[in-house]
């Protein structure tokens, strides 16, 4: 092969090269440019939520409260200007000593709840009467109550509207070890916010527990 020939076939081979390079880098350049690269939620914006929840419990000690004093050890990208960052639950771990908030971005489901903690005291937050239920620190879900607490959330549930029904269709995501699955499924028992109910999966019939998070959305881990 002609040497002039052999060195026009490696520069294009290079030009084509460089260009495929550019091409690939170009929606990672133009998201940066734009401002579309999703960042967490900052530790101001999952305080105010706290806040604001706080505020609606009467929380008379909430000003007690510090961003500082939060422990976030996960949460979720932010693609939008409101995600619908919302307090799901307040719970206390007897174990940890910690006061657990369950926050959930609802604009953005497909993202699961997350936990943010804090040592603080429950009693200096004005939480100890308003706290629903009370992590026995045994794994998600298991839970203790007081008498008192158990008649007040009993009284809630009353009140609070069903947000799963027997027969009708829901959405349950599964959380796994760096996994999340989206699947379809039948709830076998009527369900309100934060409680635990039988759902099956019709592809599986699986019987499973799951958690009812919102109209026609469940969630559980595996």
Known sequence: MPADLKSRIVSALFLLLLLALRRDARPADATLRNGLAPRPLSRQEIF?????????????????????????????PEFKLDMGLKVMKVAFDPIRRE?????????????????VTTRRDPQSLGLTSN?????????RGARTESPALGREMNSTRVKAPVLAKPGRMAT?????????????????????????????DPATMRVMKAEV??????????
């Open 131 to 139: 706290l629903a239920w009370k992590s026995g620190g045994a794994g």
């Open 48 to 76: 105010q939520t706290i806040q604001d929840d706080l505020a609606q419990r009467g929380a008379l000690g909430r000003g007690e409260l510090r961003p500082g004093d939060l422990n976030i050890q996960s949460s979720v």
């Open 99 to 115: 006061v657990v908030f369950e926050l959930w971005a609802s604009q953005e489901p497909q993202y699961l709840p997350f936990e």
């Open 213 to 222: 998070v919102d109209q026609g959305l469940l969630w559980t881990s595996f």
């Open 172 to 200: 349950l995501l599964m959380l796994g070890q760096n996994v999340r699955i989206t699947t379809a499924v039948v709830p076998l028992q009527p369900g309100v916010k934060g409680q635990l109910i039988l759902v099956r």
